[in-house]
């Protein structure tokens, strides 16, 4: 009986052993299921900061490209006024030189400040607005004046007043022109 007892002890302790390595299994199991959970809940978050961090590049590169356009308008604005100081400088020497060469005065010295002008404003690229005998553009023209002329077509410049001008791609000072109407 001892060898039946010693059977039936040994097939327990074996049940016990299979019991206890189910557990385990089951045990590990819980384990990989709850892992599995826990590591899909950390996708989940990586995901979320993969996604807000798309966000703030995105909303850096727009401040970026807004910082740029606000510097390269206030650069733009600042050298808008520096040539249009200037330009109202070389407006007054023009004057100067039609007045002198009106009473036959030698204006070779004024010529020669106006050629430097010159040079100045074509390599700050600063071009005149072509005006008389063209057609009124309110882009580029202001019109002070109608003059009513049955010969020319209506909106045609017939007087500039005042020299327009182009700073590369911007007008910074309109021309003030006198525009023709066929019937006032």
């Not at 049940?15 to 390595?21: A, G, I, M």
């Not at 023009?94 to 390599?123: C, H, P, W, Y």
């Not at 600063?126 to 005998?133: H, L, N, Q």
């Amino acid at each position: 009986m001892s060898d039946t007892n010693d059977v039936s002890q040994n097939e327990v302790e074996e049940t016990q052993e299979l019991h206890k390595k189910d557990d385990e299994i089951e045990s590990t199991q819980e384990l990989v299921d709850a892992l599995k959970i826990q590591l899909e809940k950390e996708k989940e978050k990586v995901s979320s900061y993969e996604t807000k961090i798309q966000y703030l590049l995105a909303d850096f590169e727009n401040l970026k490209k807004r910082s740029e356009v606000d510097v390269q308008t206030r650069v733009n604005s600042i050298s808008d006024g520096i040539v249009l100081k200037f330009l109202g400088i070389y407006d007054d020497f023009i004057r100067a030189k039609d007045v002198l060469s009106k009473q036959s005065i030698n204006t070779e010295g004024l010529d020669a400040i106006l050629k430097n002008m010159d040079t100045f404003l074509v390599e700050f690229e600063v071009k005149p607005i072509e005006a008389v005998s063209e057609i009124f553009d309110p882009r580029l023209h202001e019109a002070i004046s109608v003059k009513e002329d049955l010969t020319l077509d209506d909106n045609v410049i017939t007087t500039e007043f005042r020299k327009g001008y182009i700073l590369k791609d911007r007008v910074i000072r309109p021309s003030l022109v006198e525009i023709s109407k066929r019937h006032i």
